[in-house]
């Protein structure tokens, strides 16, 4: 935090957020909404000092668990050689009993969600029917083809989890009951669930204590980063509970303008190798110029020329001239058979026979 330049968490201020925060949510529940106003989730928005320039995902693990027993959870796991689809159900459950895991309440495999979660509706109903998906880390990215889009709009995508590990059980646990932040790097502001409204006042201000000091620790930027943090459920209105220090703003505007100044060093640097390197081209040009000797033109015996023989070819004889005998007249018959005509009168007459 001191590297940073950022202001350390306040816990009684926190903790006096949150217990208005409750007090809000009890003076607005009555007989029939007293169960939905306990089991919503309590919420920190963060708000950056600038957008990151990479997408981030925070895993923060939290002290106190926010999800209920109730909650259903699916693992998906991924296609044991030489077993069908019931013997990997079979052989997994052994695994996570075994291993002491209670949270799990039903398991898919691979070739079970390819085939029979195939239609939208049966994802549909996949999706309303469980409250957290977990998969298997070997087969995490085959998932997002076959899920859909609607996972991830939910924000229900499932969490890798690692099932050849000793300690399955605190891993799986740790997963369930903890939470993640999406650091997206299109805006500056992200929200991460800390807990439950029917959690103890204690409890909460644990849990965004642990949430703070991870996200603070893990958050890939140079600098003062977080900027406010507000406290807040689904229906109420956000309370701030941390403000940054407003010396981390004139340390980021003299951090920006040490980025501009190194742009231009680098670019004066640029400049300068490019002009060295013409230079450097220039006067090599020169030096080979004037280092080539001049040639010296050498004599080279002449040669007699051909003499030209006579073509032996006699000069062909000019045609004989026409005489002066007129051509003769072509008979009519001639004229009327290439007109396509016929002289009736002009035709062979047959002999009488007497």
Known sequence: MADRGEVPLDKTQVKKAVQALQAFLKSKSTGETSLLEETQHVSLLFSLWKIPKKAQTIRIPLPHGQRLDTDEVCLFTRDEPNMTSDQTQRFYKKLLQERGVKNITEIIPYKVLKTEYKPYEAKRRLLGNFDMFLSDDRIRRLLPSHLGKHFYLRKKE????????KNLAQDIHRVIQGTSLKVSNKGCCCMARVGLASMTADELTDNIEAAFQTV?????????????????SQTSVALPIY???????TVLEEAAEQAKALKMKKAEARKRKQQKKKTNATGEVEEKEEEIPSLVTMATPSKKPKLETPSKKKPLESAPKPTGKKRAKKSPNKRNR?????DFKAKRKVPKVK
């Open 338 to 342: 290439k007109a396509g005509k016929t």
């Open 216 to 232: 603070q620790a893990k958050l890939r930027t140079k600098g003062p980063v977080l900027k406010v943090i507000h406290l807040k």
């Open 243 to 249: 403000t940054s220090n407003i010396d981390s703003l």
């Open 158 to 165: 499932p969490l890798c989890v690692f099932l050849q590990s």
